[in-house]
């Protein structure tokens, strides 16, 4: 049974710092996903990673994929408080092309002044 | 850019009774979903349909709950008999080269 773990849970950072968020998935999958949910909202998709080694960048967002460690990593850098969300990893179960996404429990960012 | 709707944003309904949650996928996808999401929980596969039949189900859709697409673009998840632990937001994704999650269907069950 393919488990997604995130952590930390609570993450509560000051404006202007640098935080990394981690994901770590237990069986072998070909895809991660990175989600933000504003509270009662639905999911915004931010990155897909395919491939060992990708690393892909959106503003003040890294995300990158070490398959072989089963780890994914959402960076932050120089945080605003516009980037207060949950964040969830999400991975496809083992030959994905149409399974269900597992989800980590999320990580609820709170950027303080 | 296409993306897929749900409605209604919000139901609230009295436990026992039947509610059904609709989604209008994006038109060329054959795969759609069904994830459920306790308020402060992470979200939970339901129910996958493809060519107009359940292909996988979790342990979470007993048979309390029913899929189907009547008209070819609508897909809905029935639920017959609402407890209160169904509160929940419900999203239908619907499967392209990623999944595209709707807006979600808040369910207040009291």
């Known amino acids: 049974e393919l488990k997604v773990e995130q952590n930390p849970l609570f993450l509560s950072m000051q404006e202007g710092k640098n935080y990394t968020i981690y994901c770590n998935y237990s069986?072998?999958?070909?895809?991660l996903y990175w989600y933000r949910q504003d509270p009662g909202k639905s999911l915004e998709s931010l990155f897909v990673l395919l491939s060992n080694g990708a690393v892909k960048q959106e503003g003040r967002l890294m995300a990158s994929l070490d398959t072989k460690a089963r780890l994914s990593t959402l960076h932050i850098t120089a945080a605003v408080h516009d980037l207060s969300a949950t964040y969830f990893c999400?991975?496809?179960?083992?030959?994905?092309?149409?399974?269900?996404?597992?989800f980590g429990k999320g990580t609820r960012l709170s950027v303080i002044a | 850019e296409p993306e897929v709707t749900q409605t209604p944003s919000h139901q609230v309904t009295q436990m026992g009774q039947e509610v059904i949650l609709r989604c209008v996928p994006i038109s060329n996808h054959l795969y759609f979903y069904w994830y459920r999401q306790i308020l402060g929980q992470k979200v939970e596969f339901l129910v996958s349909f493809y060519n107009n039949e359940i292909s996988e189900k979790s342990e979470i859709f007993d048979d309390q709950f029913s899929v189907e697409r009547p008209d070819g673009s609508n897909f809905t998840l029935k639920i017959r008999s609402t407890k209160l632990e169904d509160s929940a937001m419900y999203f239908c994704?619907?499967?392209?080269?990623?999944?595209?999650f709707g807006p979600g269907t808040r369910l207040t069950v009291l």
């Open positions: 994704a619907s499967i392209g080269n990623e999944q595209f």
């Open positions: 069986t072998t999958s070909d895809r």
């Open positions: 999400a991975v496809d179960g083992v030959n994905s092309g149409n399974t269900p996404l597992v």
